[in-house]
DNA sequence: ACTATTTGACCTCC
DNA sequence: GGAGGTCAAATAGT
């Protein structure tokens, strides 16, 4: 939710700017230890730590308070009037998995309602609902940190969608923005999860980048027609930088050619004439 | 004022 | 009984 202002946004991309420039170092020195380039993917990775603590200063961060919960008199909660609601029985089967390094872009907008930490998992579990819930969808996805590489997310989903994804009801009819910022394996990132809100108009409202301080899950870009990639299981970070389709011969070279979602961004209808002044570093 | 998120309590399954 | 899933009050954010 927060970082629905330019400024958070500019941090979030900034932030996986930064995680490219650290890939690019890496993908240079690879191909030649002794490579000039180096000394400039240093330098983007230089400029992107500064802006990004300018915006840590000046946003000032703000963080919940500690919940201070009185307990609630001895019986004070009761279930809900009528049945007992259902609940996905431990184990079952989700409808659908998915490994992938955003936490969704499923064109879907999702609720947190819960987190819990699991055991044998550092991270804690993320529960979603669908937003449109109270239209009787009862869709709802798990999302979890994998064990391997934290900052890929396996992401479960349990019911079917009744409401037909919240993007449907997009006002002008058209595609929404690509607003994802596809950094492939190199989304290395701290990027954290929270849920995409809808704006109270009930239409379509700009796909958003938020974040949490205190959550343990990734970033979430979403938007309906923004695609997800997906690895499995087996597949690690490095087996899927040789696999991806957009790396050929030459990784630098690729890296460099556009496989990162840079564009797609910033020619996103997002008001982001702020965000090239920045990412010019002017 | 209203909505979204956080988080401890409670419920259900194994 | 423990672990995972959900609820809902409290709180933050707009």
Redesign the pocket.
Known sequence: ??L??PA?VVLELMTMGQQSAEHLGDLLRAASPASPHQELAAEILRCCGRVIDALRATSGA???????????A???????PGP?????????EAVKEVVTSVTTVDGFI????????????KHP???Y?C?HRQQGCNA?R?VQRTRDHPAAYEI?Y?GEHTCRGATTGHPQGGAPPPAVVDFGSSSLGSADA?????G?QGGWSPPSV?A?P??EAGLELEGAHAHEWEWHDAATIDELIGAAPCYGSDPVTEFLDGCLGWEAVLNDPLDFAGLHRIATFQ
Request: charged share 30%.
């Open positions: 939710m927060a629905d202002t958070a703000r963080k919940r308070k500690a919940a201070e919960y009185q307990a609630p001895p019986g004070a909660w009761s279930p809900p007992p609601p259902k609940r996905r029985g431990r184990g079952a999702w609720r947190k309602y819960g987190q819990k930490d699991i055991n044998g998992r579990r993320l529960y609902r937003a709802t798990r479960a349990y929270a849920s995409l809100s809808q109270q938020s949490s205190s959550s």
